[in-house]
């Protein structure tokens, strides 16, 4: 008994330390976000957010991403009841689809760049770039992580760290979700009130 | 004896599987609304600001409740995120409200005048 109490304790604290991990990366994001919403209008003679943004391309994408933040709560849930099989089934498609979201927003910043409109166009689409990619970039670093687990999953025996570890992914994953939602708001949908 | 199991067991799976659900339906109705209402026009672009930006905020609860499951476990955890909430919201609005005032200071005025201006004043 003595054990499971310690070892509550010590995951709660992981948990603890990872969350406060997230609260940092939010403040990053924050001044992303301060910045592109100084530099909104300082679009150099070039265009503005209304010319740019492709809002139903970008609706696929944000539910896409919502999706995968749900199946990855339906992966966790199912290796909490030790059920290996729905677990790698949830975590394959949670890998899709974020592999799906990467994908759509390189297409993206692909189209941007070829059109002439990349980084180095105005102040307005430096700060876009910055901010989106920063996500994007997290959005990478996950599915690496998510990759690892996957593997060891297939490779190995269940075992109780994975089911840890696992949760602390779908709070990575989460947070992504909630940082896009405001990109999507902010950047997005009020980037492209003309 | 029952005080001692980890706490995200003694939730039934039922349960938690119906707030991962609520929680993914009330997201995608409000990133939906919010497209709709910016689509269509339904309302003046400043109003319509703050309506995406509110929808986002509710949104942001939504999932910090049904998916982050915020107010369980460490109490630490809701200490941290409102600190964080309060860092965001200084950086942002401070930012917004600095670079607003400089613009609004500086504005009419050519690189000469500035120039001038900063030589008088400034001393630089």
Redesign the interface.
Known sequence: ?KD??EE?AV??KK??GF??YL??D??LF??L???F??LRNATAGGPGGSELFD?PFV?VE??IL??S??TV??AI?AS??GLKKQTLFWLGITFALGAAFLAMELYEFNHLVGEGFGWDRSAFLSAFFTLVATHGLHIAIGLLWLGVMIYRLIRFKFKETDIKRL?LFG?FW??L??VW??I???VY??G??? | ?IK??????TRH?EA??KS?II??VL??VT?LL??FF??NNVWP?EM??YI??G??VV??LV??VF??HLGR??R??SI??L??IL??LV??I???WI?QNLDYNMMHMSPDEMEMYMHQNEGI
């Open positions: 008994m499971i109490v509550t995951q709660e948990t603890l969350w406060i609260m940092t939010c403040i924050a001044t976000f301060a910045t919403a100084v809002l609706l944000t539910m919502l999706t933040s749900f709560g339906l849930l909490t009841r949760a709070l989460h947070f979700d909630v939602i405001f999507f708001s902010i949908l009020i492209s009130m003309a | 004896m001692l199991k980890p706490q995200f067991e799976h938690r599987y991962y929680g993914f997201s995608i990133t919010a497209y910016v689509v672009k319509l600001i995406v930006l929808i986002a949104q942001l999932q910090a998916f982050l476990g460490s630490l955890k941290t995120f600190f964080a860092i965001v950086v942002v401070g930012s917004l670079m």
